[in-house]
Nanobody, 115 residues
Framework: QVQLVESGGGLVQAGGSLRLSCGTT????????MGWYRQAPGKQRELVAA???????NYADSMKGRFTISRDNAKNTVYLQMNSLKPEDTAVYYC?????????WGRGTQVTVSS
């Protein structure tokens, strides 16, 4: 059974930092492209950052320089380090795993940034 479980969300003041983690089971983690997405109330889900199996990374423009995605294949875990957080970063953050036709999602973790 495939599971993606996010953790590390919470309430933080503007300018602060959070580190999200996504632990996975049931997939051959090292072969999957991993991504973080977010969805704010009333908005569509959007890509935050992605990391390929070969560790190349991709970021949404508004996150470049503030967020860093990384992966630990030994721990089957992907991370998102978020710095210089802004109130507009408030959203539910979701972990995603993709390989070919396989596409899995976690349940999300809430990040709230107060001004």
């Amino acid at each position: 059974q495939v599971q993606l479980v996010e953790s590390g969300g919470g309430l933080v003041q503007a300018g602060g930092s959070l580190r999200l983690s996504c632990g996975t089971t049931g997939i051959l983690f090292r072969t999957y492209a991993m991504g973080w997405y977010r969805q704010a109330p009333g908005k569509q889900r959007e890509l935050v950052a992605a990391i390929a199996s070969v560790n190349s990374t991709n970021y949404a423009d508004s996150m470049k320089g503030r967020f860093t995605i990384s992966r630990d294949n030994a721990k089957n875990t992907v991370y998102l380090q978020m710095n210089s957080l802004k109130p507009e970063d408030t959203a539910v953050y979701y972990c995603n795993a993709k390989w070919g036709i396989y596409d899995y999602w976690g349940r999300g973790t809430q990040v709230t940034v107060s001004s």
